[in-house]
């Protein structure tokens, strides 16, 4: 399902080795992986094992055909 959220892990920083947590989500196109750092604050987004800039995850993310809790209203 496009938008579904997948189980988070935990790997080390690369800045400052604090624990990172990673949420996937799976888009049109694939997965977007954020990468967070509680320690330094350290994020980034990962795209086919490639870093990617939040602006192109985000315009994927629009793009997106996410059921809504309340599209049954809109249509009425």
Same mark, same amino acid.
């Given at each position: ?13 690369? %800045?400052?080795?604090? +624990?990172? *947590? @990673?949420?996937? !989500? &799976? *888009?049109? @196109?694939? /997965?977007?992986? /954020?990468? @967070? ?18 602006? @192109? ?8 055909? *996410? +059921? &809504? &809790?309340?599209?049954? !209203? !809109? %249509?009425?």
């Amino acid at each position: 399902m496009a938008g579904e959220a997948k189980k988070s892990n935990t790997t080390a920083c690369a %800045q400052c080795t604090g +624990p990172m *947590v @990673s949420i996937s !989500l &799976r *888009v049109t @196109s694939g /997965m977007r992986t /954020m990468y @967070s750092c509680s320690t330094c604050d350290l994020r980034v987004w990962v795209a086919e094992g490639d870093t990617t800039a939040l602006r @192109s995850v985000l315009a994927e993310l629009s793009e997106t055909d *996410v +059921p &809504r &809790r309340n599209s049954r !209203l !809109l %249509q009425e």
